[in-house]
């Protein structure tokens, strides 16, 4: 079976640093492109970085140079560390695999970050 599960959330004063993880089981993440959501109370879910399995990255501009993306595929986990963080980076953070050979894909169920005074 299957999951996917994220963690390292919580409450963060603006300017703060957090750093969320990924963990997998059931499937090896290094053939998986791996992607960080979120989605903030009354929004659209938003993607916000991937990393492919060659290695490859890319950010929305609003967290580039602020968030990296990173995977230990010995420990089957992908990792989000977020810097200078602000309040509107407040949201639920998701991690989804992803593998286009067959189409399959697997959610986790969330973490919640808070960016507040």
């Known amino acids: 079976q299957v999951q996917v599960v994220e963690s390292g959330g919580g409450l963060v004063q603006p300017g703060g640093s957090l750093r969320l993880s990924c963990a997998a089981s059931g499937i090896p993440i290094s053939t998986y492109t791996m992607t960080w959501y979120r989605q903030a109370p009354g929004k659209q879910r938003e993607l916000v970085t991937f990393i492919t399995s060659g290695g490859s990255t890319d950010y929305a501009d609003s967290v580039k140079g602020r968030f990296t993306i990173s995977r230990d595929n010995a420990k089957n986990t992908v990792y989000l560390q977020m810097n200078s963080l602000e309040p509107d980076d407040t949201a639920v953070y998701y991690c989804?695999?992803?593998?286009?050979?067959?189409?399959?894909?697997?959610w986790g169920q969330g973490t919640q970050v808070t960016v507040s005074a």
């Open positions: 989804n695999a992803f593998r286009s050979e067959t189409g399959r894909g697997y």
